[in-house]
C-alpha cells in the first residue's frame, strides 16, 4: 500500500457542528502532516507530526484540533469553523522529519473539500 | 526564512517545444528542492528531488546554488504534461514550503 487515505472526499458542516477528517497510511512512515489549499493557491502548513507527537503547529485557530492516535493514523478535528476555513484539507506523509541524505519527500491523499456554511 | 518563488502563474508552449519552469528559493541553510505536480481532479505528486538527480516523465532540474535556482526543464512538451507545477523546498524539521505554483499549458 503506497497511498495516503483522506476521508470524507467532501464535507459540508455548519458554523455550529464538530466534525473531524481522517487520514491513513500503512507505509510505515512516522512523519504526518496537515495542510490547507484555498482554490489556485498553494498548500499552507497546518500541523507536523513526528512519531505521533506534535512537532509542528503554525499558529492554527484552536477550532483546529490534530490528533494521532497511533502511527497511522492522523485526525483533524473540527469545531466551530468560519466559512474562510472552506478549502481542501490536505494529509501528507513521509518516512521520516530529516535523514543525513536530505528530507524525504512528502506522499500526499487526495484531500478533503471542506464548505462551512 | 524560507520562500519559493515561481514568477509565472501560467506558461503556455506547443506541442513539441522544449519547457523551462522557473523555481527560485531563499533559505539560509542547505536547501533541499522538490518539484511536485498536480494533474486535473488528481492529487498531488511528487516529480522529482534535486537530491536524486534524476529524470522522471523526461524532465529535469538542476540546483544552483550560485542563483539559488531549480528550474524544472524537459526538451519536448507533451500534452499530457499540462497540469500545475510547485517548486518546493524543504527546509527547518522538513517543513516544506511551496511555490505559488506554474500552470503549464501544452497545446496543439
Known amino acids: 500500500d503506497t497511498e495516503v487515505t483522506q476521508t470524507p472526499k467532501h464535507l459540508v458542516m455548519g458554523m455550529t457542528n464538530k466534525k473531524s477528517l481522517k487520514c491513513e497510511q500503512h507505509m510505515g512512515h512516522r512523519a504526518m502532516y496537515w495542510y490547507k489549499q484555498k482554490a489556485k493557491k498553494p498548500p499552507e502548513l497546518m500541523f507536523v507530526?513526528?512519531?505521533?507527537?506534535?512537532?509542528i503547529n503554525e499558529s492554527v485557530p484552536s477550532r483546529f484540533s490534530p490528533e494521532c492516535p497511533n502511527s497511522s493514523l492522523l485526525n483533524l478535528h473540527l469545531h466551530a469553523l468560519q466559512p474562510e476555513d472552506s478549502a481542501l484539507y490536505l494529509c501528507?506523509?513521509?518516512?521520516?522529519?530529516?535523514?543525513?541524505?536530505?528530507?524525504?519527500?512528502?506522499?500526499f491523499g487526495s484531500g478533503t473539500r471542506l464548505t462551512v456554511v | 526564512a524560507q520562500r519559493v518563488t515561481q514568477p509565472e502563474k501560467l506558461l503556455s508552449v506547443f506541442k513539441g517545444a522544449p519547457v523551462e519552469l522557473k523555481c527560485n528559493y531563499s533559505?539560509?541553510?542547505?536547501?533541499?528542492l522538490f518539484w511536485y505536480v498536480q494533474y486535473s481532479r488528481q492529487r498531488l505528486q511528487l516529480l522529482l528531488r534535486?537530491?536524486s538527480r534524476e529524470s522522471i516523465k523526461g524532465f529535469t532540474a538542476d540546483l544552483n546554488k550560485g542563483e539559488t535556482s531549480f528550474h524544472l526543464k524537459k526538451p519536448f512538451a507533451q500534452e499530457e504534461d499540462s497540469a500545475m507545477y510547485y517548486c518546493a523546498l524543504g527546509g527547518t524539521a522538513s517543513k516544506l514550503t511551496f511555490g505559488t505554483g506554474t500552470r503549464l499549458q501544452v497545446t496543439l
Open positions: 507530526y513526528s512519531y505521533e507527537k506534535l512537532s
Open positions: 501528507a506523509s513521509s518516512q521520516g522529519l530529516k535523514w543525513t541524505g536530505g528530507t524525504y519527500g512528502y506522499t
Open positions: 534535486h537530491i
Open positions: 533559505y539560509s541553510g542547505s536547501p533541499e
